[in-house]
Each structure stands twice: as structure tokens, then as C-alpha cells.
T-cell receptor
Framework: SQTIHQWPATLVQPVGSPLSLECTVE??????LYWYRQAAGRGLQLLFY??????ISSEVPQNLSASRPQDRQFILSSKKLLLSDSGFYLC????????????FGSGTRLTVV | GDSVTQMEGPVTLSEEAFLTINCTYT??????LFWYVQYPGEGLQLLLK?????DKGSNKGFEATYRKETTSFHLEKGSVQVSDSAVYFC?????????????FGKGMKLTVNP
């Protein structure tokens, strides 16, 4: 199984509050993991990816950070949320290498108020 | 850099109508191409893929052919159903830094009415 677990499913947070979204995966070890954000009318934007424990690559400068403390755990964080952080956050893995595409989690809907 | 351009819609069709969603890409090298579908409130699911020129991906009645000469990967279905109502994303993938990175189009919302 290449199942991806994301939680929470929905989250409403005030501006300036911290954020922690967790993604855990099942299946083969040492997966490549990704965080995407889907904002209204803007499609999917790659935020971070990781090829191993402690290895994080950031795609865009922003208010968010990511960490990979364990092989199958990928965490998205913020110290102080902005209104512009609202969106649908998706965790993904690349189970079959190049040409295999991604498997996505069910996502977290974040609304910053 | 690599990019994907697709029809954005939204598009509304009647059941049993023919569907085409255009997708073109710009990339260096020879990317893999994908179509993903997102049903309301859910994550993305891989619909079909093609990894080299002239490959045809197919699934659930949907088809797309990798056309290198026109840099396109248009999605088609001969007869859509209400259950096909969703957002469709075209994507290209290529190896980079030990990982496959996907670049997505903006997505197209399809509504099929009975």
C-alpha cells in the first residue's frame, strides 16, 4: 500500500497563529515526498520536496517551512500565518520513480481568518 | 522552465457529450505526461499517463496521446457521464535532483448535467 495520511482535513486558524500539518505515508521506505498548495484560481504550486530524512528543498520563498523528522513523516509548518496562506494543502509521494507520477493524500483545507 | 498550458474552463456538458480538454507543454528533454482528476473535496488521482512520444494513455474511457511534434497531450472521452464531473489537471514530469518533479496546469472544472 502506498497510502498517504493527512490531517486534519479542515482547519480554521487566525492570522498570526502557528501551523503544523502532518503527512505520513505507508509502503516502501525512503519515499520522495512533496507538499503542494492549491489556491483558488491558481492551480497547484509545489512548495517543498524531500528525498530523505532531514533533506528539504524549497521551491518558492514564503511564510512556510517543512521538515522530515522520520522516513515516512513530512510536516508543513508556519510560525505566524498570513491570510494568503489559505488554501488546500496536498501531500504527495512518488512511488514508482521517474515516469510514475504521484500518489496524493486527501488534503487539508486551511482557512486563515 | 517547464510549463503546462491547459484549457481552464469551467465547462458544462450534457451527459453523453464528447469531451476534449486541450493541454500543451514546454519542456527541455523528454518529460512524462499525466492527467490527474480531482473530485470535490478530495486529493488528486492519477487518471492516465504516457512516458514517451506516440504513447497513448487510457483509463475509464478517457484517452490522451503524447504528441511530441505538437507538444500536446489532449484528453478525450467519447461520452461523458455525470460521475465525470471534476477538475482535470494536465501535468508533466521530469527527473531533477534525485526526484521526479511534476509541473501542473491550472486545472479545468468540468460539470456534466443529466
Amino acid at each position: 500500500s502506498q497510502t498517504i495520511h493527512q490531517w486534519p482535513a479542515t482547519l480554521v486558524q487566525p492570522v498570526g497563529s502557528p501551523l503544523s500539518l502532518e503527512c505520513t505515508v505507508e509502503g516502501t521506505s525512503n519515499p520522495n515526498l512533496y507538499w503542494y498548495r492549491q489556491a483558488a484560481g491558481r492551480g497547484l504550486q509545489l512548495l517543498f520536496y524531500s528525498v530523505g530524512i532531514g533533506q528539504i528543498s524549497s521551491e518558492v520563498p514564503q511564510n512556510l517551512s517543512a521538515s522530515r523528522p522520520q522516513d515516512r513523516q513530512f510536516i508543513l509548518s508556519s510560525k505566524k500565518l498570513l491570510l494568503s496562506d489559505s488554501g488546500f494543502y496536498l501531500c504527495a509521494r512518488n512511488p514508482m520513480g521517474v515516469g510514475g507520477g504521484y500518489t496524493f493524500g486527501s488534503g487539508t483545507r486551511l482557512t486563515v481568518v | 522552465g517547464d510549463s503546462v498550458t491547459q484549457m481552464e474552463g469551467p465547462v458544462t456538458l450534457s451527459e453523453e457529450a464528447f469531451l476534449t480538454i486541450n493541454c500543451t507543454y514546454t519542456a527541455t528533454g523528454y518529460p512524462s505526461l499525466f492527467w490527474y482528476v480531482q473530485y470535490p473535496g478530495e486529493g488528486l488521482q492519477l487518471l492516465l499517463k504516457a512516458t514517451k512520444a506516440d504513447d497513448k494513455g487510457s483509463n475509464k474511457g478517457f484517452e490522451a496521446t503524447y504528441r511530441k511534434e505538437t507538444t500536446s497531450f489532449h484528453l478525450e472521452k467519447g461520452s461523458v457521464q455525470v460521475s465525470d464531473s471534476a477538475v482535470y489537471f494536465c501535468a508533466l514530469g521530469g527527473a531533477q535532483g534525485g526526484s521526479e518533479k511534476l509541473v501542473f496546469g491550472k486545472g479545468m472544472k468540468l460539470t456534466v448535467n443529466p
